[in-house]
């Protein structure tokens, strides 16, 4: 089956740096979308960041400028995620998804999910 599985979450102080790894087992790893969603307790799921394209064209929710930094190793078909000068509003669940064709980062458009990885920051 195709997968998307995430890692590299964890417990970490404000202030420091975390790299979140998406590995997929697409067919076709260039076309698709590779997206990062989050979703916090109580909150909505939001998006992150986009990916797409064997040259990387990335994309970013304007609230996640900054501090974020999607990447990836097209060899390995695997997406990154760099968090920096993580906050405790940046504790959720974060998600690896993938999307047919170029997208943005609306949720409706991808159709591959991973489970999620926890990232939870404390002051």
């Known amino acids: 089956q195709v997968q998307l599985v995430e890692s590299g979450g964890g417990s970490v102080r404000a202030g420091g740096s975390l790299t979140l790894a998406c590995a997929t087992s697409l067919f076709a790893y260039n076309g698709f979308s590779k997206g990062w969603f989050r979703q916090a307790p109580g909150k909505e799921r939001e998006g992150v960041a986009r990916?797409?394209?064997?040259?990387?064209?990335?994309l970013y929710a304007g609230s996640m400028e900054g501090r974020f930094t999607i990447s990836q190793d097209n060899v390995k078909k695997t997406v990154y995620l760099q968090i920096n000068s993580l906050k405790p509003e940046d504790t959720a669940m974060y998600y690896c998804?993938?999307?047919?064709?170029?997208?943005?980062?609306?949720?409706?458009?991808?159709?591959?999910w991973g489970q999620g990885t926890q990232v939870t920051v404390s002051s």
């Open positions: 998804a993938a999307a047919s064709g170029p997208v943005g980062l609306n949720q409706i458009d991808y159709h591959l």
């Open positions: 990916i797409y394209g064997s040259s990387g064209v990335t």
